[in-house]
């Protein structure tokens, strides 16, 4: 398995992050995107830094690792900012731009300056020939986030030819369609196991294996049974069960073309030991 999206560089982590890795190995997770936004732009390096702190490390999985600003973090976006996150887009370990986007549900930071921060991000990371992966979270009981997201995408994003992810996806089945027709994958988390996640199951469930992704979003949306608790990467196999229970399918089999897709979507080789 691999878990697409996981913040390894959380605080939550620091006393035990060795032990939590090996434990991911143990359940089968081979390989770890870990996303870079930090606790702000000033340590959206430090997924990068864990990368290669664990990369000659026996049983765990290989790291990887995203850089980005986080659209709640756009408030604190500066050209310093910037030209960090281009640096980091430069190193080899780094396989794309990301979490950034737009969250309408909080609005941490100003809807326009978020679009500001996003456009920016996508300039940078379309420089640097690296994809996206985004958050996207609207008002509550609105597509407000999903219309403007997908609208900048198709403007500015699809002519790099680049696509990207959506992470942990809760959008319509149409933005699942809009983004795969931008040449996106789509990833689940573990809030697709809780009792009130049936409209994101029936998407999970209609899109192409082919196009999926698995994630944890560790350490939040610890999925059922583990809800309440500090998510961690060895539980993105509960979102694979889930899935290959959607679709009639044995977990492995959802394990295993998620790893491929993950492969073939980032070209890097997939650890099969």
Same mark, same amino acid.
């Given at each position: 398995?691999?878990?697409s999206h996981c913040h390894l560089d959380s605080p939550r982590y620091d006393e035990d992050r060795a032990a939590l890795l090996e434990r991911a190995w143990a359940a089968g997770v081979r390989e770890i995107l870990s996303i870079g936004i930090g606790e702000g732009p000033e340590t959206m390096?430090?997924?990068?830094?864990?990368?290669?702190?664990?990369?000659?490390?026996?049983?765990?999985?290989?790291?990887?690792?995203?850089?980005?600003?986080?659209?709640?973090?756009?408030?604190?976006?500066?050209?310093?900012?910037?030209?960090?996150?281009?640096?980091?887009?430069?190193?080899?370990?780094?396989?794309?731009?990301?979490?950034?986007? =737009?969250?309408?549900?909080?609005?941490?930071?100003? /809807?326009? +300056?978020?679009?500001? @921060?996003?456009?920016?991000?996508?300039? &940078? $990371?379309?420089?640097?020939?690296?994809?996206?992966?985004?958050?996207?979270?609207?008002?509550?009981?609105?597509?407000?986030?999903?219309?403007?997201?997908?609208?900048?995408?198709?403007?500015?994003?699809?002519?790099?030819?680049?696509?990207?992810?959506?992470?942990?996806?809760?959008?319509?089945?149409?933005?699942?369609?809009?983004?795969?027709?931008?040449?996106?994958?789509?990833?689940?988390?573990?809030?697709?196991?809780?009792?009130?996640?049936?409209?994101?199951?029936?998407?999970?469930?209609?899109?192409?294996?082919?196009?999926?992704?698995?994630?944890?979003?560790?350490?939040? =949306?610890?999925?059922?049974?583990?809800?309440?608790? /500090?998510? +961690?990467?060895?539980? @993105?196999?509960?979102?694979?069960?889930? &899935? $290959?229970?959607?679709?009639?399918?044995?977990?492995?089999?959802?394990?295993?073309?998620?790893?491929?897709?993950?492969?073939?979507?980032?070209?890097?080789?997939?650890?099969?030991?």
């Amino acid at each position: 398995m691999i878990d697409s999206h996981c913040h390894l560089d959380s605080p939550r982590y620091d006393e035990d992050r060795a032990a939590l890795l090996e434990r991911a190995w143990a359940a089968g997770v081979r390989e770890i995107l870990s996303i870079g936004i930090g606790e702000g732009p000033e340590t959206m390096h430090r997924a990068l830094e864990i990368s290669r702190e664990y990369a000659s490390r026996a049983g765990v999985p290989k790291i990887w690792a995203s850089a980005g600003i986080h659209p709640h973090e756009a408030r604190l976006a500066s050209e310093a900012a910037y030209a960090k996150l281009d640096g980091l887009l430069h190193e080899p370990e780094v396989l794309a731009c990301g979490e950034i986007g =737009l969250d309408y549900f909080y609005d941490h930071s100003p /809807r326009d +300056e978020q679009k500001i @921060v996003f456009a920016r991000q996508m300039e &940078i $990371a379309a420089g640097r020939r690296k994809p996206i992966v985004i958050h996207c979270r609207p008002s509550q009981n609105s597509t407000d986030a999903w219309d403007d997201t997908l609208a900048m995408l198709k403007a500015q994003w699809n002519p790099t030819g680049l696509g990207g992810i959506l992470h942990c996806f809760t959008g319509e089945q149409r933005h699942a369609d809009e983004a795969m027709e931008l040449g996106f994958q789509i990833s689940f988390a573990g809030n697709i196991t809780f009792p009130k996640a049936q409209a994101i199951r029936d998407v999970a469930a209609a899109i192409p294996l082919e196009r999926m992704l698995i994630e944890t979003d560790a350490p939040f =949306l610890a999925p059922v049974p583990n809800r309440g608790k /500090r998510n +961690e990467p060895a539980w @993105v196999k509960e979102v694979a069960v889930t &899935i $290959a229970g959607l679709r009639g399918l044995e977990s492995e089999e959802v394990a295993n073309q998620t790893a491929a897709n993950f492969g073939a979507f980032f070209e890097v080789e997939i650890s099969r030991s």
